[in-house]
Each structure stands twice: as C-alpha cells, then as structure tokens.
C-alpha cells in the first residue's frame, strides 16, 4: 500500500505559485520583481550566476522572524532540532536567537560544540545512542540526554558514574496516539521504535529504575508525536496522555516531573491552499492538553520545532535542461534531483515551484519536474502545473525546502552536492561549499589492503 502524501495531495496538479500568489510558502523577504526572484533583496539570477545550480538559498530574515514566533509562543524553552538544517553557521544563529538545540547524533553533538555552543543548552536524542555518543555527550557537559531505551539506561549512568557526574535526563515516552501524517513521519503510537510505551507499564518501569540510579537525574518527560502535522488535536491529544502518566508517577510512586519536553512537528506549507500551524497555535494546543490532567504551572514546557524554524526560509535554484512532453505529461528535467530533494521520493511529499529568471505567459501544462539520476521516482515537484513557455536555460526556483534537504542530500550517482548559501539585506554569504568530483574522490579506498588486526573505524 501506498502510504498517503504528507500534505494532502490533490488530484489536480499543484499550481505554479510565486510569492506575490502564496507567501505562506516562500521566505519572508522573497519578491518577484518583474519575472525576477529576489530573496533577501539579492536577485536570485545573479546568484546562481556567481555560484552555480542547483544550490541551496537560505533567507536569514525568514528564520530570525521564525525564532521570534518561537520564543513568544507560550513555551517555556524552544530547542531547534538541528537534524532539519545543520552548519556552523546555523548553530550560531541559534545561539543568537537564545534558543536551544537538539541533536540526534556525535557528529552533529561535534558540529554545535565545534561552532562555539553551549554544550548546556544541548540536548541529545537518538533510539540507538551509540556508545562514543553518550560517553561524548557526558564529556561534553550536554544538558539533557532524553533516554530511549533499556539498554542506554545503564550505558549513560556508567559514563556519568565514571566521569563523577549526574546526568540530567529526560525520558522518552510514546503516549500512544498516531498522528494525521505521513506514516514515516509518526512516532508516537505503541508501535514505533522510538521511546517507552505508556501502555504496558514499560515508560512507568523505566521511570522507576531511572529513579533509583545515583548517577542519573530524571529532570523530565519527552514525547514527539511526528512531523508535518498541520491539525492541532492530536497533539493536544498527546499532550494530554503525557500529563496524566506524570500525574500518576506523583500520585502512584512520588515521583514528581516538573518538565515537559512535547517535541516538534508543526507543519508547514508547501503547496498553495495549506497553512502552516502556526508556533502559538501548536503551543496552545500543547497547553490545552497537560491542562487537562495537571495545574499548568506545575510544569514547564518545552518544544523542539525543526521545520517550521527553517522549512520556509529555503529556496533551491535548479536550471532546466531539458523538456520533453510525455504522451499526458510534460517532463522538466533540472540539474539536480532526488540527491539534493530526497522528500518526494521518501514520502511522496508535495512542492511547488516557479521560475526565477523572467515572468512567463503561457498555458499551464500538467507537468513534473524531474531530476537528473537513473530512477523514475526521481521527482521533484510531482505534478505541477507549469506555463508552456517554460524552456530549456531558465532558472527554476522550489521553496519551501529549508528543512530535510541539504541535511538529507546524497551522492548518487556520483553527484557532488549543493553549495548552501545565506542571504540578508543584499548580501549574499558561503555557508556550505559546493562539493567537488575532487572531494568524492578523497575517499578512494584505491584497494588497499586491511590489517585485520588495527584500526579503520
Ligand atoms: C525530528 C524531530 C523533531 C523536529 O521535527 P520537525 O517536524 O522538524 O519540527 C523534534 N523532536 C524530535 C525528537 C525529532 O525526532
């Protein structure tokens, strides 16, 4: 079975929609100027003349002015989940913005500590920590671990024991309720990998043998529905199973949790006619929810937003390099692909897209945009209806693609990925490098032989 689209897909083809049409799905500072796309008042043509395509465009303003929502939205704490957008400068704007962060791995514990973050302001997810990570995380001073599992429990106290730490926790629980998105993108019903199930008593036993470990400090509970979800209700839902397992820890074992740490997901738009959930709207929600089974200020409340931080503040520039009209379709190929925009091919996710360079006037053509690598699912922007004038050599510009692309982007193929820049006021800064045939090459093995006794890791 097909799982269904993250983002109610239609039956018509999704329309071409510009910034001046849909603004709900382009960065804040994007304008058509005649034809031409503008991001952070810097002209999107000359861009990608200066940097080449496909390429990755990040409008600063767009994610500052996200941060802001953010921070006066109700929640007590906002951490930015990093895994939707990372570099070093990301995680200093972060820091700029006085949010916190959240990391799912070493490598991106290694990348926020390396650009200068507050290892304290750090906290570490992952359903299979792996050793080098938790004694990382310990060494590193990371402020919370959110446990996962059984067998992290005792890996992170014999780490903190050893280093002569306690370890604040959180404890990662699934509360039992699906979540209206995509099935890859749900994580909070009985039967997922991810945290303690509440039914069955195992989060209650976890709870308790956290309890008793010197080296430990339950500080909170955790729980993340999933992602792109654009209806409040189920995570009002969620919220509310949540407080009523901390209600009974208090009541049953006196275990008392004074932290709610509900996660991320609020969705974004992608296609004209959806409406972001916006941060106070998901806060309320959350709320309404731990109201319903606790006194409110009993507890503070975290949130872990990624996408709806830095989903709308990208834009990715393709040039066509060929059309071809199928027998009901027309193909678009750009010069980039399911390398650099995994989603659609991962989720059958949904985009939009229009053309940067100059105003078209044609016909609307049913249309897809295809990438360049050797799968027929390499899609970009899946059915769309795209002006009959569109023509080879034009520049075409997918928002909506801040989050969970260049995080997720590949070599397939053989293709060197994206350079990522940012733009505000005019200028336009490197974030991430264009990667170079050179660089893949970097990695050749040239066959060389192992020693099975040392060390390659
Ligand atoms: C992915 C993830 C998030 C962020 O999800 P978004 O949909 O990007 O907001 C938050 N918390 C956890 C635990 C996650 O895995």
């Given at each position: 079975m097909v799982p269904p689209?993250?983002?109610?897909?239609?039956?018509?083809p999704t329309r071409a929609a510009g910034p001046d049409e849909?603004?709900?799905?382009?960065?804040?500072?994007?304008?058509?100027m005649d034809g031409e796309l503008h991001v952070g008042s810097v002209p999107m043509t000359a861009l990608a003349q200066a940097c080449g395509t496909p390429l990755y465009v990040v409008d600063e303003a767009d994610f500052r002015e996200r941060a802001r929502q953010w921070r006066e939205s109700g929640a007590d704490r906002v951490h930015y989940a990093s895994k939707a957008f990372l570099c070093p400068e990301m995680v200093r704007w972060v820091g700029e913005e006085r949010l916190h962060l959240d990391v799912c791995s070493v490598g991106e514990l290694e990348l926020a500590v390396a650009a200068g973050?507050?290892?304290?302001?750090i906290v570490l997810h992952g359903n299979n920590k792996l050793p080098a990570e938790l004694s990382a995380a310990v060494a590193h001073g990371v402020g919370v671990v959110v446990v996962d599992c059984a067998e992290e429990i005792d890996r992170l106290a014999g780490y903190a024991a050893d280093a002569g730490r306690v370890q604040d926790v959180y404890l990662r629980i699934a509360p039992g309720v699906a979540a209206d998105t995509h099935d890859y993108m749900?994580?909070?019903?009985?039967?997922?990998?991810?945290g303690f199930p509440v039914n069955g008593g195992f989060a209650e036993r976890a709870v308790l043998t956290v309890s008793g470990i010197?080296?430990?400090?339950?500080t909170g509970i955790h729980s993340h529905l999933g992602?792109?979800?654009?209806?409040p209700s189920g995570i009002r839902r969620a919220a509310s199973r949540v407080a009523a397992f901390v209600r009974m820890l208090a009541e049953r074992h006196s275990v008392r949790i004074?932290?709610?740490?509900?996660?991320?997901?609020a969705g974004i738009a992608y296609v004209p006619g959806q409406q972001r959930l916006a941060p106070a709207e998901f806060v309320a929600a959350l709320r309404a929810g731990v109201a319903e089974e606790l006194d409110p200020a009993s507890v503070r409340l975290a949130v872990e937003p990624g996408r709806s931080l830095i989903g709308t503040a990208g834009v990715t520039l393709y040039e066509v390099g060929v059309v071809k009209q199928g027998l009901e379709r027309r193909f678009v190929s750009i010069d980039g692909g399911m390398s650099d925009a995994l989603r659609p091919a991962l989720y059958q996710a949904s985009y939009t897209a229009w053309t940067a360079n100059r105003r078209l006037t044609g016909r609307p053509v049913h249309s897809l945009v295809v990438g360049?690598?050797?799968?027929?699912?390499?899609?970009?922007?899946?059915?769309i209806a795209l002006p009959?004038?569109?023509?080879?050599?034009d520049l075409l510009a997918v928002p909506a693609?801040?989050?969970?692309h260049h995080v997720m982007a590949s070599n397939y193929n053989f293709q060197p990925r994206p350079a990522v820049v940012a733009v505000r006021d005019g200028q336009a800064r490197l974030l991430v490098r264009r990667e170079t045939p050179a660089d893949l090459l970097?990695?050749?093995?040239?066959g060389a032989a192992i020693d099975l006794s040392g060390d390659l890791r």
């Open positions: 689209a993250d983002n109610s897909p239609d039956a018509a849909a603004p709900d799905i382009w960065p804040l500072t994007a304008k058509d973050f507050d290892p304290a302001h749900a994580t909070g019903s009985d039967d997922v990998k991810f010197p080296s430990l400090r339950l992602s792109q979800i654009l209806d004074h932290e709610l740490d509900l996660g991320g997901g360049r690598h050797c799968e027929s699912g390499d899609i970009v922007v899946p059915d009959d004038d569109l023509a080879v050599g693609t801040g989050a969970y970097l990695r050749d093995g040239a």
